[in-house]
């Protein structure tokens, strides 16, 4: 179970397309769901997603800021160290 398992954020559309389903079903409690909701208001709340733009010291960030060839190489060397890890 993926709420239980602590994954709050959906970047797809699998919660919109299954999520009342699985309530219904019994795969995910209420209790679950607002859990989930819970947390991931207050790492928005964190990030500051319910400030002005002017008061987020990261707003003025874009992907031309951290889209270099070294983030990429970074990315990819952890993605294949925790594919490793699996394996082992």
Not at 25 to 35: D, L, P, R, S
Not at 73 to 78: H, R, S
Request: proline share 3%.
């Amino acid at each position: 179970d993926v709420l239980a398992a602590g994954l709050d954020t959906d970047c797809g559309s699998w919660f919109d397309d299954n999520l009342v389903t699985a309530l219904d079903t019994g795969a995910v409690t209420m209790a679950q769901i607002e859990q989930a909701l819970i947390r991931l208001t207050a790492v928005q709340m964190r990030l500051g997603y319910f400030d002005p733009p002017e008061e987020v010291p990261f707003s003025s960030i874009g992907a031309e800021d951290v889209d270099w060839e070294a983030h990429q190489q970074l990315g990819l060397d952890a993605a294949r160290e925790g594919i490793t890890l699996l394996k082992n």
